[in-house]
């Protein structure tokens, strides 16, 4: 079973930058999406930005502009460089996964159906931002 990883969290003031990673083990796929979520005190977990693994993108209109989801595929490794941090980026950070045998993964379309779409995840790492 595939296991995802996350490090990089922290506490940070307003306008600052932080980045996550994600570790994720060795696995055979060759069609994936891997994602980035986060879920505040009382509040759904949303989905933040999807890469697949050709490298393309989908980023929510919350942090768009602002975050940059990336991957390194030597370190088996996604990332998400986070700038500009407002105090409503405060939540817990999930890291993601959906693999398939087959067919493409399309990020536009795992961002908007969200969360239910992925079934591995990581432990989540706490980022606050203070203003």
């Known amino acids: 079973q595939v296991q995802l990883v996350e490090s990089g969290g922290g506490s940070v003031q307003q306008g600052g930058s932080l980045r996550l990673s994600c570790s994720v083990s060795?696995?055979?796929?060759?069609?994936?999406?891997l994602g980035w979520f986060r879920q505040a005190p009382g509040k759904e977990r949303e989905g933040v930005a999807i890469?697949?693994?050709?490298?393309?993108?989908s980023v929510s209109d919350s942090v768009k502009g602002r975050f940059i989801i990336s991957q390194d595929y030597t370190k088996s490794t996604l990332y998400l460089q986070m700038n500009s941090l407002k105090s409503e980026d405060t939540a817990m950070y999930y890291c993601?996964?959906?693999?398939?045998?087959?067919?493409?993964?399309?990020?536009?379309?795992?961002?908007?159906?969200?969360?239910?779409?992925?079934?591995?995840w990581g432990q989540g790492t706490q980022v606050t931002v203070s203003s």
């Open positions: 993601a996964a959906h693999f398939r045998e087959e067919g493409p993964c399309y990020p536009d379309d795992a961002l908007e159906r969200g969360a239910a779409f992925f079934y591995t």
């Open positions: 060795w696995h055979t796929y060759t069609h994936y999406c």
């Open positions: 890469i697949d693994n050709d490298g393309d993108t």
